[in-house]
């Protein structure tokens, strides 16, 4: 009885110790996502705090390295040139913080290994710029129906075909209607989405509408658009479009980079 005693007063201070360092740990990673997310919101002048994630499971090895594995911001609803409002993502990898501490402190350069930058549009907002106030986006057919989604490891669609529903009033068509978008970057620093009607979908998944031939023109040119002023966070350039549920995505991949965290809202 007095070993059975002794092994489970040993097990219990073992099992509060695993606890507390764990705890602990959880507790300092909250802290330090905190300190970014107040940074990050200061040095961007953004009116609220971001979203901010340190991933990795033990966080104090990273910490006392100063070396982050895998960073991401997220902030949605930020002020937006022409769309009015859009969501930023950035994924940093490999963060180096030998030049401040295991905080990341305003104003200090931050180096990258690798990062994803994201600006991320919703159908509404979209919508409203088109003139198609009933705008649904949908990635394209052969990846909605593939099993595997059919995504990047981002989760974003292709480009080429997507599936654009609405009412395009301003062509004088009063019905709901899909067509096949394509959609890619132009303009000098490639910050312009341009948006490409192709033709009218019909079929699963679609509002499976036909378009009298003499407005098949005109609904095109309802749903073909161009979108300045998409400069992605931390000016990264663009290398991938497409959609995730309804939002359109722009995606930006930089390797080796030193970030400034006011460029954010670049």
Do not use: C
């Not at 990635?139 to 981002?154: H, I, L, R, V």
């Not at 974003?156 to 009063?174: E, H, M, N, R």
């Not at 658009?225 to 998409?230: E, I, S």
Request: charged share 20%; hydrophobic share 40%.
């Amino acid at each position: 009885m007095r070993v059975r005693a002794w092994l489970i007063g040993i097990i219990v201070t073992i099992v509060a110790v695993v606890v507390g360092a764990v705890g602990a740990d959880f507790g300092s990673a909250i802290y330090a996502e905190y300190h970014l997310a107040r940074t990050l919101r200061a040095q961007a002048r953004l009116g609220f705090d971001p979203w901010v994630g340190i991933l990795g499971f033990p966080f104090a090895p990273q910490a006392m390295r100063h070396r982050y594995k895998e960073v991401e911001l997220k902030a949605n609803g930020v002020d937006r040139p022409v769309i009015g409002k859009a969501m930023l993502e950035a994924t940093l990898y490999s963060v180096d913080l030998t030049n401040t501490s295991w905080l990341v402190r305003p104003g200090v350069p931050l180096p990258v290994g690798r990062l994803e930058s994201r600006i991320i549009i919703d159908s509404t907002h979209l919508g409203r710029y088109m003139g198609i106030n009933d705008l649904i986006v949908e990635a394209p057919p052969k990846e909605t129906n593939d099993a595997t989604g059919g995504t990047t490891e981002s989760g974003i669609s292709s480009s080429i075909g997507l599936v654009f529903s609405g009412t395009p009033k301003s062509a004088g068509f009063d019905k709901r209607v899909s067509v096949s978008v394509d959609l890619s970057m132009s303009g000098p620093q490639q910050t312009t989405l341009v948006m490409t009607a192709t033709g009218v979908s019909t079929g699963p998944n679609t509002e499976n509408r036909q378009v009298p031939t003499d407005k098949v023109a005109a609904v095109l040119a309802a749903f073909s658009k161009r979108l300045p002023g998409q400069k992605l966070p931390f000016g990264v350039a663009p290398d991938r479009e497409g959609a995730r549920g309804s939002d359109v995505i722009i995606e930006g991949i930089g390797e080796g980079l030193t970030l400034d965290l006011s460029e954010f809202t670049v």
